[in-house]
């Protein structure tokens, strides 16, 4: 499975950005979407996730109500959209997939082995 990330950008304390990741190489039936974000000399931290079939989703206490994950199934794809962003959200945000992860299980990115590369969130104040 291959991802491409892409959105990311500079942006304004309280304003919006989306986030969309692509999938190729195969269906998701099955999977699990997730985005994970990392600055640097810090792990890697859970943001939200969403199963493909059924539409499950999970959030971080970090970004519950602010941010919204989704997907379009006829483009393989899924968004996070991220309103009322904070400086403290600044990131590299990276989407991830795993087939068949269980609730529980789907915040842990060592539980992912397909990766997109990052995209750049800067939120300024």
């Known amino acids: 499975v291959q991802l491409q990330a892409s959105g990311g950008g500079l942006v304004q304390a309280g304003g919006s950005l989306r986030l969309s990741c692509t999938a190729s190489?195969?269906?998701?039936?099955?999977?699990?979407m997730g985005w994970f974000r990392q600055t640097p000399g810090n792990e890697r931290e859970f943001v939200a996730a969403?199963?493909?079939?059924?539409?499950?989703?999970t959030y971080s206490d970090a970004v519950k109500g602010r941010f919204t994950i989704s997907k379009d199934v006829a483009k393989n794809t899924v968004y996070l959209q991220m309103n009322s962003l904070k400086l403290e959200d600044t990131a590299a945000y990276s989407c991830?997939?795993?087939?068949?992860?269980?609730?529980?299980?789907?915040?842990?990115?060592?539980?992912?082995?397909?990766w997109g590369q990052g995209t750049q969130v800067t939120v300024s104040s």
């Open positions: 991830a997939t795993a087939q068949g992860l269980i609730t529980s299980t789907m915040p842990d990115p060592t539980k992912y082995p397909y």
């Open positions: 969403i199963k493909w079939s059924g539409g499950s989703k």
């Open positions: 190489g195969r269906t998701l039936s099955g999977y699990v």
